[in-house]
């Protein structure tokens, strides 16, 4: 795909869409920008909820799927993806608060379906950072009793190689791809293809 520009929610200057060295695979990242969005966005009057919706419509029948990364915060910029999205997976880490949270980010859905987006699905609840301890033990099998139909099957394992290609600057597919995140990944895969 060319090197197509796209505006960003605030109508800053345009982000581009690169193109990787992945088959049918383009992004856009992140900037340093974004991170007044949040303030900006709660001062906003014309459907500052819908900012990234409206920028996507316009290039996604280009794009079979658009993923949205989300950064681990409940602020403007997650609704503005729910608010773009056909579904969500909610990342879980081991911990308490991590959790706690669910609760809240499940009321955020629930609102962002009533307010903004009522065909907003929820694909479920992926618990990656798994390790052989008590913590992980422990957060898994609080997860698959409180949410058993919403935890998905597959469980990203902690692994150093996921960090290693990021510094890479590589998919854990051509960094690693046996190791164990990899396997992984391909797992969620094709649960998510069912």
């Known amino acids: 795909m060319d090197d197509t520009l796209y505006k960003t929610i605030l109508e800053r200057e345009a982000l581009r869409i690169h193109p990787t060295t992945v088959p049918n695979l383009d992004i856009v990242p992140a900037h340093i920008l974004l991170s007044n969005t949040d303030i900006e966005l709660t ?27 989300c950064p681990p915060a409940l602020s403007w910029l997650t609704i503005n993806a729910f608010t773009a999205a056909d579904a969500a ?8 608060f991590e959790l706690d949270s669910i609760v809240q980010i499940s009321k955020t859905i629930h609102e962002v379906k009533e307010f903004y987006n009522p065909n907003l699905q929820l694909l479920g609840l992926l618990f990656t950072m798994s390790d052989p301890t008590k ?12 949410y058993p139909d919403m935890l998905l099957r597959t469980v ?6 996921i ?15 046996n ?3 990899a396997e992984a990944y391909n797992r969620l895969i094709d649960e998510l293809s069912l």
Do not use: C, W
Not at 156 to 161: A, F, G, L, Q, V
């Open 135 to 146: 913590n992980s033990e422990a957060s898994i099998r609080t997860l698959r009793t409180a």
């Open 179 to 181: 190791s164990r995140s």
């Open 43 to 69: 001062v906003a009057k014309d459907h500052r909820e819908a900012r990234l919706k409206k920028e996507l419509d316009q290039v996604k029948d280009r794009y079979e799927h658009v993923l949205i990364d």
């Open 156 to 161: 990203i394992p902690k692994n150093t190689d």
């Open 163 to 177: 960090r290693d290609a990021h510094f890479s600057q590589k998919d854990i597919f051509d960094y690693a791809p």
């Open 89 to 96: 997976m909610v990342v879980v880490s081991p911990g308490y």
